[in-house]
Protein backbone atom coordinates (compact mmCIF):
# COMPACT_ATOMS: atom_id res chain seq x y z
CA UNK A 1 0.00 0.00 0.00
CA UNK A 2 2.48 2.20 0.73
CA UNK A 3 4.74 1.49 -2.39
CA UNK A 4 1.51 2.34 -4.82
CA UNK A 5 0.96 6.17 -2.29
CA UNK A 6 4.80 6.66 -3.59
CA UNK A 7 4.24 5.85 -7.06
CA UNK A 8 0.78 8.13 -7.55
CA UNK A 9 3.18 11.10 -5.89
CA UNK A 10 6.19 10.43 -8.72
CA UNK A 11 3.44 10.25 -11.69
CA UNK A 12 1.49 13.33 -10.45
CA UNK A 13 5.14 14.96 -9.75
CA UNK A 14 6.12 14.24 -13.67
CA UNK A 15 3.05 15.72 -15.17
CA UNK A 16 3.42 18.79 -13.38
CA UNK A 17 7.07 19.50 -14.79
CA UNK A 18 5.13 18.68 -18.34
CA UNK A 19 2.83 20.83 -18.03
CA UNK A 20 4.53 24.20 -18.74
CA UNK A 21 6.15 22.60 -21.86
CA UNK A 22 2.93 21.78 -23.16
CA UNK A 23 1.59 25.50 -22.80
CA UNK A 24 4.83 26.58 -24.11
CA UNK A 25 4.59 24.49 -27.47
CA UNK A 26 0.72 25.49 -27.17
CA UNK A 27 1.52 29.01 -27.21
CA UNK A 28 3.92 29.17 -30.08
CA UNK A 29 1.47 27.15 -32.37
CA UNK A 30 -1.06 29.39 -31.65
CA UNK A 31 1.23 32.54 -32.43
CA UNK A 32 2.37 30.67 -35.99
CA UNK A 33 -1.24 30.21 -36.84
CA UNK A 34 -2.08 33.90 -36.59
CA UNK A 35 1.72 34.63 -38.29
CA UNK A 36 0.87 33.56 -41.49
CA UNK A 37 0.64 35.82 -44.38
CA UNK A 38 -1.87 36.62 -46.68
CA UNK A 39 -1.99 36.35 -50.57
CA UNK A 40 -0.79 39.20 -51.34
CA UNK A 41 0.84 40.87 -48.31
CA UNK A 42 4.62 41.88 -48.20
CA UNK A 43 6.65 38.98 -47.24
CA UNK A 44 9.93 40.71 -46.66
CA UNK A 45 10.68 43.96 -45.28
CA UNK A 46 13.36 45.61 -47.68
CA UNK A 47 16.02 47.92 -46.95
CA UNK A 48 14.25 50.77 -49.73
CA UNK A 49 10.57 51.81 -49.06
CA UNK A 50 9.72 51.98 -52.84
CA UNK A 51 10.56 48.30 -52.97
CA UNK A 52 7.92 45.65 -52.26
CA UNK A 53 8.42 41.95 -52.84
CA UNK A 54 4.56 40.30 -52.95
CA UNK A 55 3.84 36.91 -51.77
CA UNK A 56 2.00 35.79 -55.23
CA UNK A 57 3.09 38.44 -57.76
CA UNK A 58 1.16 36.56 -60.08
CA UNK A 59 -2.46 37.51 -58.72
CA UNK A 60 -1.59 41.46 -60.09
CA UNK A 61 -1.83 41.54 -64.20
CA UNK A 62 0.57 43.82 -65.83
CA UNK A 63 0.06 46.07 -68.40
CA UNK A 64 3.08 47.20 -71.42
CA UNK A 65 3.33 51.19 -71.44
CA UNK A 66 2.29 52.45 -75.19
CA UNK A 67 3.17 55.34 -77.37
CA UNK A 68 0.53 57.71 -79.10
CA UNK A 69 -0.08 60.96 -80.81
CA UNK A 70 -1.85 63.40 -78.58
CA UNK A 71 -2.91 66.62 -78.47
CA UNK A 72 -0.27 68.11 -75.67
CA UNK A 73 -2.45 69.86 -72.77
CA UNK A 74 -1.54 71.82 -69.64
CA UNK A 75 -4.01 72.54 -67.13
CA UNK A 76 -2.75 76.14 -64.90
CA UNK A 77 -4.98 78.48 -62.64
CA UNK A 78 -5.37 82.39 -63.56
CA UNK A 79 -6.71 85.22 -63.31
CA UNK A 80 -8.42 87.98 -65.23
CA UNK A 81 -7.02 91.50 -65.80
CA UNK A 82 -7.01 94.52 -68.10
CA UNK A 83 -5.29 94.71 -71.15
CA UNK A 84 -2.80 97.55 -69.85
CA UNK A 85 -2.67 98.30 -73.71
CA UNK A 86 -6.20 99.44 -73.16
CA UNK A 87 -6.09 101.08 -69.71
CA UNK A 88 -5.94 104.76 -69.31
CA UNK A 89 -4.73 106.52 -66.01
CA UNK A 90 -6.85 109.99 -65.88
CA UNK A 91 -5.22 112.78 -64.40
CA UNK A 92 -6.17 116.57 -63.89
CA UNK A 93 -3.81 119.10 -65.46
CA UNK A 94 -4.71 121.54 -62.88
CA UNK A 95 -5.54 121.69 -59.06
CA UNK A 96 -7.85 122.33 -56.67
CA UNK A 97 -10.66 121.07 -54.59
CA UNK A 98 -12.97 118.49 -55.80
CA UNK A 99 -16.40 119.54 -55.55
CA UNK A 100 -18.82 116.83 -57.03
CA UNK A 101 -17.88 113.31 -58.14
CA UNK A 102 -20.01 112.08 -61.24
CA UNK A 103 -18.29 108.59 -61.48
CA UNK A 104 -17.02 105.59 -59.34
CA UNK A 105 -15.14 102.47 -59.64
CA UNK A 106 -17.15 99.81 -61.38
CA UNK A 107 -18.76 102.68 -63.47
CA UNK A 108 -19.39 102.04 -67.35
CA UNK A 109 -18.10 105.26 -68.75
CA UNK A 110 -18.60 106.97 -72.35
CA UNK A 111 -15.38 108.68 -73.64
CA UNK A 112 -16.19 112.40 -73.27
CA UNK A 113 -18.18 111.98 -70.07
CA UNK A 114 -17.87 114.14 -66.66
CA UNK A 115 -16.15 111.74 -63.86
CA UNK A 116 -15.88 115.20 -61.19
CA UNK A 117 -15.78 118.66 -61.07
CA UNK A 118 -12.97 120.44 -59.22
CA UNK A 119 -12.91 124.12 -57.94
CA UNK A 120 -9.46 125.07 -59.72
CA UNK A 121 -7.27 128.41 -59.29
CA UNK A 122 -5.80 127.07 -62.06
CA UNK A 123 -8.57 127.13 -64.54
CA UNK A 124 -9.49 130.76 -62.61
CA UNK A 125 -5.65 132.05 -63.69
CA UNK A 126 -6.07 130.78 -67.37
CA UNK A 127 -9.51 132.19 -67.67
CA UNK A 128 -7.97 135.52 -65.92
CA UNK A 129 -5.32 135.60 -68.47
CA UNK A 130 -7.47 134.96 -71.36
CA UNK A 131 -9.73 138.06 -70.51
CA UNK A 132 -6.29 140.44 -70.60
CA UNK A 133 -4.95 138.94 -73.60
CA UNK A 134 -8.10 138.91 -75.23
CA UNK A 135 -8.72 142.62 -74.31
CA UNK A 136 -4.71 143.30 -75.76
CA UNK A 137 -5.73 141.76 -78.70
CA UNK A 138 -8.95 143.98 -79.39
CA UNK A 139 -6.84 147.26 -78.33
CA UNK A 140 -3.85 146.13 -81.17
CA UNK A 141 -6.97 145.33 -83.47
CA UNK A 142 -7.57 149.01 -83.41
CA UNK A 143 -4.86 150.60 -83.68
CA UNK A 144 -3.72 148.70 -86.42
CA UNK A 145 -6.43 149.97 -88.36
CA UNK A 146 -5.76 153.55 -87.15
CA UNK A 147 -2.51 153.30 -88.46
CA UNK A 148 -3.12 151.84 -91.88
CA UNK A 149 -5.78 154.34 -92.44
CA UNK A 150 -3.18 156.96 -91.30
CA UNK A 151 -0.40 155.47 -93.57
CA UNK A 152 -3.17 155.68 -96.39
CA UNK A 153 -3.00 159.57 -96.64
CA UNK A 154 0.90 159.76 -95.96
CA UNK A 155 0.13 161.10 -92.07
CA UNK A 156 2.83 158.18 -90.91
CA UNK A 157 5.34 156.74 -91.65
CA UNK A 158 6.05 152.94 -92.73
CA UNK A 159 8.30 151.99 -89.63
CA UNK A 160 5.15 153.68 -87.77
CA UNK A 161 2.50 150.95 -89.37
CA UNK A 162 5.39 147.86 -89.40
CA UNK A 163 4.98 148.43 -85.29
CA UNK A 164 1.69 148.29 -85.60
CA UNK A 165 1.40 145.41 -87.12
CA UNK A 166 3.86 143.17 -84.79
CA UNK A 167 1.75 144.52 -81.85
CA UNK A 168 -1.13 143.31 -83.32
CA UNK A 169 0.72 139.98 -84.44
CA UNK A 170 2.21 139.50 -80.76
CA UNK A 171 -1.44 140.47 -79.21
CA UNK A 172 -3.03 137.48 -81.44
CA UNK A 173 -0.08 135.06 -80.31
CA UNK A 174 -1.09 135.76 -76.87
CA UNK A 175 -4.73 135.34 -76.76
CA UNK A 176 -4.05 131.88 -78.99
CA UNK A 177 -1.72 130.29 -76.46
CA UNK A 178 -4.40 131.69 -73.32
CA UNK A 179 -7.16 130.05 -75.26
CA UNK A 180 -5.25 126.98 -74.92
CA UNK A 181 -4.03 126.92 -71.69
CA UNK A 182 -7.77 127.18 -70.97
CA UNK A 183 -8.90 124.19 -73.35
CA UNK A 184 -5.87 122.37 -72.26
CA UNK A 185 -7.33 122.23 -68.80
CA UNK A 186 -10.51 121.33 -70.02
CA UNK A 187 -12.23 124.68 -69.50
CA UNK A 188 -14.50 126.49 -71.94
CA UNK A 189 -14.19 129.97 -73.09
CA UNK A 190 -17.37 130.55 -74.18
CA UNK A 191 -18.55 129.19 -70.45
CA UNK A 192 -16.45 131.18 -67.91
CA UNK A 193 -16.02 129.32 -64.75
CA UNK A 194 -14.08 128.11 -61.87
CA UNK A 195 -14.94 124.78 -61.93
CA UNK A 196 -12.61 122.32 -63.88
CA UNK A 197 -14.75 119.57 -65.63
CA UNK A 198 -12.39 116.42 -65.68
CA UNK A 199 -13.52 113.90 -68.82
CA UNK A 200 -12.64 110.25 -69.31
CA UNK A 201 -10.75 110.42 -72.06
CA UNK A 202 -11.88 106.50 -73.13
CA UNK A 203 -14.99 104.86 -73.46
CA UNK A 204 -14.73 101.69 -70.24
CA UNK A 205 -14.73 100.77 -67.39
CA UNK A 206 -13.32 102.35 -64.07
CA UNK A 207 -11.18 99.68 -62.53
CA UNK A 208 -9.63 102.02 -59.94
CA UNK A 209 -10.50 105.07 -58.25
CA UNK A 210 -7.77 107.24 -55.68
CA UNK A 211 -10.19 110.29 -55.15
CA UNK A 212 -13.04 111.36 -53.00
CA UNK A 213 -15.50 114.19 -52.74
CA UNK A 214 -13.32 117.15 -50.97
CA UNK A 215 -10.16 116.14 -51.79
CA UNK A 216 -7.22 118.26 -53.06
CA UNK A 217 -5.95 117.64 -56.09
CA UNK A 218 -2.44 118.30 -56.75
CA UNK A 219 -0.34 119.97 -59.74
CA UNK A 220 0.75 116.69 -62.61
CA UNK A 221 4.21 116.52 -61.40
CA UNK A 222 3.31 114.73 -57.81
CA UNK A 223 -0.29 113.68 -58.78
CA UNK A 224 -1.25 110.13 -58.90
CA UNK A 225 -3.90 108.89 -61.67
CA UNK A 226 -7.65 109.96 -60.01
CA UNK A 227 -9.09 107.36 -62.21
CA UNK A 228 -7.93 103.99 -64.19
CA UNK A 229 -9.93 103.41 -66.80
CA UNK A 230 -10.09 100.24 -68.82
CA UNK A 231 -11.46 99.07 -72.16
CA UNK A 232 -12.37 95.47 -71.14
CA UNK A 233 -13.45 94.31 -74.66
CA UNK A 234 -10.35 92.51 -74.67
CA UNK A 235 -8.75 91.27 -71.44
CA UNK A 236 -5.51 89.33 -70.26
CA UNK A 237 -5.40 86.11 -68.44
CA UNK A 238 -2.41 85.68 -65.69
CA UNK A 239 -1.16 82.36 -65.63
CA UNK A 240 1.91 80.85 -63.51
CA UNK A 241 3.53 77.86 -65.40
CA UNK A 242 6.11 76.16 -63.37
CA UNK A 243 9.45 75.39 -64.83
CA UNK A 244 9.10 71.90 -65.83
CA UNK A 245 5.95 72.74 -67.67
CA UNK A 246 7.06 75.58 -69.97
CA UNK A 247 8.71 73.35 -72.66
CA UNK A 248 4.95 72.52 -73.03
CA UNK A 249 3.92 76.19 -73.48
CA UNK A 250 4.71 78.22 -76.60
CA UNK A 251 3.75 81.64 -77.99
CA UNK A 252 0.87 81.06 -80.26
CA UNK A 253 -0.58 78.40 -78.85
CA UNK A 254 -4.37 77.98 -78.04
CA UNK A 255 -5.55 78.48 -74.84
CA UNK A 256 -9.18 77.03 -73.34
CA UNK A 257 -10.27 79.14 -70.71
CA UNK A 258 -13.04 77.70 -68.10
CA UNK A 259 -14.55 80.31 -65.59
CA UNK A 260 -16.51 78.50 -62.73
CA UNK A 261 -19.95 79.33 -62.79
CA UNK A 262 -20.18 79.27 -66.97
CA UNK A 263 -20.74 76.55 -68.94
CA UNK A 264 -19.38 77.73 -72.34
CA UNK A 265 -15.84 77.74 -72.37
CA UNK A 266 -13.86 80.90 -73.89
CA UNK A 267 -10.77 80.58 -76.12
CA UNK A 268 -7.49 82.71 -75.82
CA UNK A 269 -4.29 82.99 -77.62
CA UNK A 270 -0.56 82.97 -75.66
CA UNK A 271 0.87 85.97 -76.52
CA UNK A 272 3.89 86.20 -74.47
CA UNK A 273 5.96 84.20 -71.75
CA UNK A 274 8.33 85.97 -69.54
CA UNK A 275 11.68 85.79 -69.43
CA UNK A 276 12.00 85.66 -66.10
CA UNK A 277 10.96 83.17 -62.49
CA UNK A 278 9.80 84.17 -60.07
CA UNK A 279 12.70 83.09 -57.31
CA UNK A 280 10.17 81.70 -54.88
CA UNK A 281 7.90 79.82 -56.74
CA UNK A 282 9.53 79.31 -59.74
CA UNK A 283 7.20 79.80 -62.50
CA UNK A 284 6.86 82.22 -65.29
CA UNK A 285 3.95 84.49 -65.59
CA UNK A 286 2.30 83.39 -69.01
CA UNK A 287 -0.11 86.38 -70.83
CA UNK A 288 -3.16 85.20 -72.81
CA UNK A 289 -4.96 87.53 -75.13
CA UNK A 290 -8.76 86.53 -74.60
CA UNK A 291 -11.82 88.37 -76.59
CA UNK A 292 -14.55 89.59 -74.11
CA UNK A 293 -17.78 90.96 -76.07
CA UNK A 294 -19.91 90.00 -73.80
CA UNK A 295 -18.24 91.16 -70.90
CA UNK A 296 -18.36 87.85 -69.10
CA UNK A 297 -14.95 88.31 -67.72
CA UNK A 298 -14.27 90.76 -65.19
CA UNK A 299 -11.57 91.76 -63.92
CA UNK A 300 -9.87 89.87 -60.66
CA UNK A 301 -11.98 86.61 -61.62
CA UNK A 302 -10.09 83.45 -61.36
CA UNK A 303 -10.13 80.54 -63.97
CA UNK A 304 -8.61 77.69 -65.34
CA UNK A 305 -6.31 77.44 -68.24
CA UNK A 306 -5.84 74.69 -70.38
CA UNK A 307 -2.94 75.27 -73.29
CA UNK A 308 -3.47 72.90 -76.38
CA UNK A 309 0.15 72.66 -78.71
CA UNK A 310 -0.72 73.42 -81.72
CA UNK A 311 0.51 69.79 -83.05
CA UNK A 312 -0.06 66.38 -81.81
CA UNK A 313 2.66 65.37 -79.79
CA UNK A 314 4.66 61.48 -78.77
CA UNK A 315 3.16 60.43 -75.34
CA UNK A 316 3.31 57.75 -73.52
CA UNK A 317 -0.16 56.38 -72.16
CA UNK A 318 -1.14 53.50 -69.68
CA UNK A 319 -4.63 52.29 -68.49
CA UNK A 320 -5.80 55.31 -65.81
CA UNK A 321 -6.07 52.16 -62.96
CA UNK A 322 -2.16 51.94 -63.24
CA UNK A 323 -1.93 54.94 -61.34
CA UNK A 324 -2.43 55.88 -57.68
CA UNK A 325 -1.74 59.44 -55.72
CA UNK A 326 -0.05 58.97 -52.20
CA UNK A 327 1.50 61.33 -50.37
CA UNK A 328 1.23 63.95 -52.66
CA UNK A 329 2.61 62.52 -55.97
CA UNK A 330 1.28 60.31 -58.43
CA UNK A 331 2.98 56.85 -58.62
CA UNK A 332 3.00 53.02 -60.56
CA UNK A 333 4.65 49.41 -60.06
CA UNK A 334 7.10 48.47 -62.16
CA UNK A 335 7.86 43.99 -61.88
CA UNK A 336 11.78 44.52 -60.70
CA UNK A 337 12.54 40.85 -61.09
CA UNK A 338 11.19 37.50 -58.61
CA UNK A 339 8.47 38.88 -56.50
CA UNK A 340 9.94 42.10 -56.32
CA UNK A 341 8.17 45.05 -57.55
CA UNK A 342 9.13 48.94 -57.67
CA UNK A 343 7.24 52.03 -56.69
CA UNK A 344 8.07 54.56 -59.38
CA UNK A 345 7.10 58.88 -59.60
CA UNK A 346 5.60 59.61 -62.79
CA UNK A 347 4.06 63.20 -63.71
CA UNK A 348 0.47 63.18 -64.84
CA UNK A 349 -0.32 64.83 -68.08
CA UNK A 350 -4.02 64.95 -69.63
CA UNK A 351 -6.76 61.93 -69.20
CA UNK A 352 -7.85 60.72 -72.55
CA UNK A 353 -11.47 59.97 -72.50
CA UNK A 354 -10.88 56.29 -73.24
CA UNK A 355 -9.62 55.98 -69.97
CA UNK A 356 -5.97 56.30 -70.78
CA UNK A 357 -3.83 58.65 -68.57
CA UNK A 358 -0.91 60.34 -70.45
CA UNK A 359 2.00 60.30 -68.45
CA UNK A 360 4.92 63.39 -68.68
CA UNK A 361 7.81 61.38 -67.70
CA UNK A 362 8.79 58.33 -65.35
CA UNK A 363 8.32 55.92 -67.25
CA UNK A 364 9.78 54.78 -71.18
CA UNK A 365 7.95 52.85 -74.06
CA UNK A 366 7.60 49.00 -73.06
CA UNK A 367 7.78 49.30 -69.47
CA UNK A 368 5.44 47.03 -67.57
CA UNK A 369 3.19 48.27 -65.00
CA UNK A 370 0.96 46.69 -62.75
CA UNK A 371 -2.50 47.40 -64.07
CA UNK A 372 -4.33 48.32 -60.80
CA UNK A 373 -1.90 50.20 -58.81
CA UNK A 374 -4.78 50.69 -56.00
CA UNK A 375 -5.17 47.26 -55.28
CA UNK A 376 -1.50 46.42 -55.32
CA UNK A 377 -1.08 49.41 -52.77
CA UNK A 378 -3.87 48.32 -50.60
CA UNK A 379 -2.26 44.42 -51.06
CA UNK A 380 0.74 46.09 -49.71
CA UNK A 381 -0.33 47.89 -47.21
CA UNK A 382 -1.59 45.02 -45.63
Known amino acids: ?26 FFACSKTKAEPSAGTVV ?14 GQFPLTTVEVRKVNDEVHVNGVIAPDVNRSVPVVSLGGGRVVEIKAKLGDYVQKGQV ?18 FKADQQLADKQ ?52 LPLRAPISGTIV ?22 ADLS ?10 DMLPRVHVNDIAEINVNGYDE ?3 GKVINISQVLDPNTRTAKVRIELPNPKGVMRAGMFVTATFRAERPVD ?15 DWVFLPAGGNQFRRVAVQLGAQEKDGTQQLISGLKPGDQVVANALQFSSAAEE
Open 115 to 132: LLLINSPDLSGAFSDYQK
Open 234 to 243: TVWVLCDVYQ
Open 44 to 57: VTNTDPNVFTMQNP
Open 144 to 195: LARAKLLYDKGAIALADLENAEDTHAKAMADLNAAIQHVRVLGGDINNPSPL
Open 1 to 26: MKNHLIQGKRARARIAGLLPLLLVGL
Open 265 to 267: KFP
Open 315 to 329: RIVVPASAVVHLHDK
Open 208 to 229: DQQITGGTGVRSLDNQPALFTI
